[in-house]
Nanobody
């Protein structure tokens, strides 16, 4: 099992920045990739970004590329999401997720992730 704990959520001003962090523990050697999803009130959970654990390849939701940056620290077993130029549409609960090595299916699909954090709320005020 892998446990994921998010931190760094809170209130941000429009145009401002926020960094979320996800700390993984447990069988971290089984993790192949870590990603972030978000769910706004009344909307479905949507893919934000993912980073592969071994070689650091990244994928982003097309609409967020350029504003959000995902990074990882293998030694600390953390994956961070830096969010810049935030706007009220970024308001959501942000979830960290991890996929096991050898998992198949699209990185963009939540169902392909094996482990989830509890989520951290982010509110962007205008």
């Amino acid at each position: 099992q892998v446990q994921l704990v998010e931190s760094g959520g809170g209130l941000a001003q429009a145009g401002g920045s926020l960094t979320l962090s996800c700390a993984a523990s447990g069988r971290t050697g089984s993790v192949g990739a870590m990603g972030w999803f978000r769910q706004a009130p009344g909307k479905d959970r949507e893919f934000v970004a993912v980073i592969t654990w071994r070689d650091g390849r990244t994928l982003y939701a097309y609409s967020l590329k350029g504003r959000f940056t995902i990074s990882r620290d293998n030694a600390k077993n953390t994956a961070d999401l830096r969010m810049n130029s935030m706007n009220p549409e970024d308001t959501a609960v942000y979830y960290c997720a991890a996929r096991q090595i050898g998992s198949v299916g699209s990185y963009y699909t939540a169902e392909t992730y094996n482990y989830w954090g509890q989520g951290t709320p982010v509110t962007v005020s205008s």
